[in-house]
């Protein structure tokens, strides 16, 4: 088990350009959240699995975003029409069924020139 | 809704020295608390939680927390840092719900903890 892995670890993207972030949770864990991080603030959750049901989603997720989980193996997040405000680390949790925590992965951090 | 306020944006701290990092929240239920460290560019790892149970909670790296729910607070302990503990830290809550998603998480604004020689 080598935890939740999440690539690419650095995006540097222009203005306009979509983007496409990874995550691969802990094997057999069912659900898997999404946050973003942008600098000198706590993580803000983004949206939430359950297998691939997507079952939550936060206001922060504009119209220009969209997460999936196909197989509710590996997620995905695409930001459309990037702009500069989406500059920010975007982080990745996963839980499973008995667990009492989230373990997080290390993050993706998006620069948009 | 939850909220949860960190007191202190930085603490700076020397060496061997004992640190408190301060944690209020506020919730209209009764809620989880956690503990995380991030290091640089790097994910969160958790420290510690309180579920139920003993008000004192010890973790990884020599922390502890104590929960008190008359005044809201799970402040955070070392009683000698070292180097290795500068990072930032976010405490970090969920309410108890059936079927508690231990993973959605509403986490205060993070205090940096530099610690000097």
């Known amino acids: 088990d080598t935890g939740v892995s999440q690539n690419p670890r650095h995006k540097i993207t222009k203005r306009g350009q979509n983007v496409t972030f990874r995550c691969d949770p802990i094997s057999e864990h069912n659900r898997l959240y999404w946050y973003r991080q942008t600098l000198g603030q706590g993580p803000e959750f983004l949206t939430y699995f359950q297998n691939e049901a997507q079952l939550e989603k936060s206001r922060l997720l504009s119209d220009r975003f969209s997460a999936e989980r196909p197989k509710g193996s590996f997620s995905t997040l695409e930001i459309q029409r990037t702009e500069q405000g989406d500059s920010a680390m975007y982080l990745c949790?996963?839980?499973?069924?008995?667990?009492?925590?989230?373990?997080f992965g290390q993050g993706t951090r998006l620069t948009v020139v | 809704a939850q909220s949860v306020t960190q007191l202190d944006s930085q603490v700076p701290v020397f060496e061997e020295a004992p640190v408190e990092l301060r944690c209020n929240y506020s919730s209209s239920v009764s809620v989880y608390l956690f503990w995380y460290v991030q290091y640089p560019n790097q994910g969160l790892q958790l420290l510690l939680k309180?579920?139920?149970?003993?008000?004192l909670v010890k973790g990884i790296n020599g922390f502890e927390a104590e929960f008190n729910k008359s005044q809201t607070s799970f402040h955070l302990r070392k009683p000698s840092v070292h180097i290795s503990d500068t990072a930032e830290y976010f405490c970090a809550v969920i309410p108890l719900a059936g079927g508690t998603s231990y993973g959605k998480l509403t986490f205060g604004q993070g205090t940096i903890l530099t610690v000097h020689p």
């Open positions: 309180y579920l139920s149970g003993s008000t």
């Open positions: 949790a996963s839980s499973g069924t008995g667990n009492t925590e989230a373990f």
